[in-house]
Nanobody
């Protein structure tokens, strides 16, 4: 089992940037993938993006494509979500997750380990 700890959330103004980090303890294999999801009040958890730990196979949701970027540092066992040009509708609790890599756009069910979540609030 992999333990995940997110950090980097907070309050940011519209158009600003923020970077979230997800530190993984335990072994992450090249066959695994990191995912980012978000959940706004009263809404279902939404896929944001994912990347296979090998660095390939990156997917983004249409709502964040071109504004958000996923990366990882294998030496630090840490994944990142760089968020630029933030909008009020990006306000949510953001979660990182780890699962066995799939070769399609992943869903919530593909991930077995989840972080505790970090709040991102975009003010207008």
């Amino acid at each position: 089992q992999v333990q995940l700890v997110e950090s980097g959330g907070g309050l940011v103004q519209v158009g600003g940037s923020m970077r979230l980090s997800c530190a993984a303890s335990g072994r992450t294999f090249s066959s695994s993938m990191m995912g980012w999801f978000r959940q706004a009040p009263g809404k279902e958890r939404e896929f944001v993006g994912s990347m296979r730990w090998s660095g390939s196979g990156t997917y983004y949701s249409e709502s964040v494509e071109g504004r958000f970027t996923i990366s990882r540092d294998t030496a630090k066992n840490t994944a990142y979500l760089q968020m630029d040009s933030l909008k009020p509708e990006d306000t949510a609790v953001y979660y990182c997750a780890v699962g066995t890599a799939v070769y399609r756009r992943p869903t919530v069910a593909d991930f077995g380990s989840w972080g505790q979540g970090t709040q991102v609030t975009v003010s207008s």
